[in-house]
Nanobody, 123 residues
């Protein structure tokens, strides 16, 4: 059984940085995708970034390109989301999710989720 546990959320000022972590256990996919999603107040869950463990390629939502970086440390079974130049629009609950096969930035493709970590950005 695959389990995901996020951490690293918190309250920051606009312009500051934050790095989220997602510890993965029970992962048995030959090739899979680890993605970060977020859900702000009154908003739908949106895909932020994805990492393909087979090709090691990454994908980003337009709203975070150039500011967020997704990475994975296989030895530590941990994925990261480095977030820079944060702004109040980035305020949301952030979730990591995983699936076997290709990466998509649509939540409906994923059925394994972490519990989320809250990021609040003040202006």
């Amino acid at each position: 059984r695959v389990l995901l546990v996020e951490s690293g959320g918190g309250s920051v000022q606009a312009g500051e940085s934050l790095t989220l972590s997602c510890i993965v256990s029970g992962y048995t996919y030959t090739r899979g995708c680890l993605a970060w999603f977020r859900q702000g107040p009154g908003k739908e869950r949106e895909g932020v970034a994805s990492f393909d463990s087979g090709t090691r390629s990454t994908g980003y939502a337009d709203s975070v390109k150039g500011r967020f970086t997704i990475s994975q440390d296989i030895a530590k079974n941990t994925a990261y989301l480095q977030m820079t130049s944060l702004n109040p629009e980035d305020t949301a609950m952030y979730y990591c999710a995983t699936r076997a096969g290709d990466c998509y930035l649509a939540a409906s493709w994923y059925n394994i989720w972490g519990q989320g970590t809250l990021v609040i950005v003040s202006s």
